[in-house]
T-cell receptor, first 116, second 109 residues
């Protein structure tokens, strides 16, 4: 499976600011995914990021709030904009498996965000 | 009704016990099924896929019941190190998984 790293691993931010989370994969992958996991809740897909095209957002998530970049096949960023305490969560990137199966996913270590 | 539902637990069992979790799904057209394990403050990791015929990996057995729309995970001879949250994941047409909230397992000495 791919080795995935995320930066930062955690952050504490002030309301109204923005944070950009980076996700780096050690191999080229077609699709990368961004999830949010709030305390006691399931993983919720925010968007799917393909290289060379705009991200595809799930219902309830919009580009203005969660802009995503995917400049190449090994890297993606997720920005959490104009943060509020409700954005406090763990944000995880994931990739499909080495066979290109989207239903089998491998996750980065996550970014633990606290918004004051 | 939520797409994928799990009893959050916690299931508190002694070492050596057998424990089973179920996960129900609402979409009868669901195609792929998985169990993930998530340790405290860590990312989810794929534990095993769930096949129609059922599958076994050491002490872990996963089964699918399409008629009743649930999957199960059985852990035999529980170890302290099995303590974690177990997430089920189900895919439909997009092949991107929908995750349950997870079932927390605590194995005590």
């Amino acid at each position: 499976s791919a080795v995935i790293s995320q930066k930062p691993s955690r952050d504490i931010c002030q309301r109204g600011t923005s944070l950009t989370i980076q996700c780096q994969v050690d191999s080229q992958v077609t699709m990368m995914f961004w999830y949010r996991q709030q305390p006691g809740q399931s993983l919720t897909l925010i968007a799917t990021a393909n290289q060379g095209s705009e991200a595809t957002y799930e219902s309830g998530f919009v580009i203005d709030k969660f802009p995503i970049s995917r400049p190449n096949l090994t890297f993606s960023t997720l920005t959490v904009s104009n943060m509020s305490p409700e954005d406090s969560s763990i944000y995880l990137c994931s990739v499909e498996d080495s066979w290109g199966r989207r239903d089998t996913q491998y996750f980065g270590p996550g970014t633990r965000l606290t918004v004051l | 009704r939520k797409e994928v539902e799990q009893d959050p637990g916690p299931f508190n069992v002694p070492e050596g016990a057998t424990v089973a979790f179920n996960c129900t799904y609402s979409n009868s057209a669901s195609q792929s099924f998985f169990w993930y394990r998530q340790d405290c403050r860590k990312e989810p990791k794929l534990l095993m896929s769930v096949y129609s015929s059922g599958n076994e990996d050491g002490r872990f057995t996963a089964q699918l019941n399409r008629a009743s729309q649930y999957i199960s995970l059985l852990i035999r001879d529980s170890k302290l190190s099995d303590s974690a949250t177990y997430l089920c994941a189900v895919t439909t047409g997009s092949y991107i998984p929908t995750f349950g909230r997870g079932t927390s397992l605590i194995v005590h000495p």
